[in-house]
């Protein structure tokens, strides 16, 4: 485990978004309209940032490592917490979010013996890195924390999953965003605690 634990915190390290990338690799289902002279001509590289600690994690998923996956999870979202800054907010919870959201998926599907743990483990760490980010002002990405949890409940609803622990950690979102003063946030989580199985 150390040695899987040393692996997962170097890709994380090397996957760092610090800044934000004005010379975008062109992806045209990303555009609206047509692209530029200069988009075409563009040489960045593809890829997102968190591909190769996606890769790995999928892996550990297909050979049903439960506390691998744990750990992984545990770790991109603590690399998201010591990542996240004002500049960045909203690109970088959405694109940690993205990805959780793609294991959660990947560990609904028929083979996967441990929907219900992983799905308790997730309610967990977004409960808690949601309270950190509303403690540290990130009013963006706790946004973003809530509505990955609510859609993900609703997922975990229809999978026959339980949703206690969707509801509760939905439910301390509320009360910390209450404590802050973010009345708007408050009535985003609970109208999410509300519908999460309608």
């Known amino acids: 485990m150390e040695k899987y634990l040393q692996e997962i915190r170097k ?9 934000r990338n004005t ?15 200069e988009e075409l001509n563009s040489t960045a590289l593809p890829g997102d940032a ?6 790995m994690l999928m892996l550990e998923i297909s050979k049903f490592s439960l506390d691998k996956i744990k750990v992984g999870i545990n770790e991109l979202l603590k ?12 690109t970088l919870a959405e694109h940690y979010m993205y990805r ?4 959660f998926k990947r560990c609904l599907m028929p083979d996967f013996p441990f929907p219900e743990e992983i799905w308790n483990y997730i309610c967990d760490c977004l409960r808690t890195t949601g309270s950190f980010l509303l403690e540290e002002g990130y009013y963006t ?5 809530i509505d990955s949890l609510a859609g993900m409940g609703r997922i975990a609803a229809v999978k026959g999953l339980p949703t206690a622990n969707t509801q ?10 209450i404590d802050r003063g973010e009345k708007a946030l408050a009535s985003v989580a609970k109208n999410a605690r509300f519908n999460l199985e309608t």
Not at 50 to 55: D, I, K, P, S
Not at 79 to 89: A, G, K, T
Not at 141 to 145: F, N, T, V
């Open 100 to 103: 959780l959201r793609l294991i």
């Open 168 to 177: 509760s950690s939905l439910r301390i979102l509320e009360n910390r965003a």
């Open 50 to 55: 968190l591909v190769t600690f996606q890769e």
């Open 11 to 19: 890709i994380l390290t090397r996957s760092s978004i610090r800044q």
């Open 79 to 90: 690399h998201f917490m010591v990542s996240i800054n004002p500049e960045l907010e909203d």
């Open 23 to 37: 010379d975008k690799y062109l992806d045209l289902a990303s555009l609206q309209g047509p692209p530029s002279p």
């Open 141 to 145: 990405a706790s946004r973003e924390i």
